[in-house]
């Protein structure tokens, strides 16, 4: 092979083991917030309606949230 090929695939070499690393470092993080969340315990029920008229009074106090 020419040298120019050479480097060519030696850049796209390096390009793709950048990508599959940062892949790897995304599944990675993904797993630990999975292990996080299992071990915080079940859902509680969440009232929408009363989550907006605490920001709504904090925003009223405040100027803003």
């Known amino acids: 092979m020419s040298k ?3 480097i060519a695939l030696s850049d796209h ?3 793709s083991l950048r ?4 892949a790897e470092k995304k599944l ?3 797993r630990a917030a999975l292990i996080e969340s299992e071990k915080s315990g ?3 029920d969440f009232d929408f309606t009363l989550f ?14």
């Not at 907006?52 to 949230?65: I, K, P, V």
């Open 52 to 65: 907006l008229a605490d920001m709504h009074q904090r925003q009223d106090a405040t100027g803003h949230l």
């Open 4 to 6: 120019s090929t050479s």
């Open 28 to 30: 990675e993080q993904l």
């Open 42 to 44: 079940p859902a509680e």
């Open 19 to 22: 990508l599959l690393e940062m």
């Open 13 to 15: 070499f390096r390009a």
